[in-house]
């Protein structure tokens, strides 16, 4: 991790050696990625501006919040 990534990025790392641990957290990520769906670029060039300026509104502020 270098100071870029942690202070711009806020990229933070762990390393755990637990295997009913490591089987629980990987449980709820296949969770999240069975309820996500891909973002493609036409479907971000049919949002309105409104909605635009939203997502960039919420990712200037969300490290603030």
Same mark, same amino acid.
């Given at each position: !991790?270098?100071?870029?990534? +942690? /202070?711009?990025?806020? /990229?933070?790392? *762990? #390393? #755990?050696?637990?295997? &009913? #641990? &490591?089987? /629980? !957290?990987? @449980? ?11 973002? &493609?670029?036409? !479907?971000?060039? @049919?949002?309105?501006? &409104?909605? @635009? +300026?939203?997502?960039?509104? *919420?990712? !200037?502020?969300?490290?603030? #919040?």
């Amino acid at each position: !991790m270098d100071r870029r990534s +942690f /202070e711009l990025n806020y /990229e933070n790392n *762990i #390393l #755990l050696y637990d295997p &009913t #641990l &490591t089987a /629980e !957290m990987r @449980r709820r990520q296949d969770a999240y990625l069975a309820r996500s769906y891909p973002v &493609t670029a036409e !479907m971000v060039a @049919r949002w309105s501006m &409104t909605r @635009r +300026f939203w997502n960039n509104a *919420i990712a !200037m502020l969300g490290p603030v #919040l």
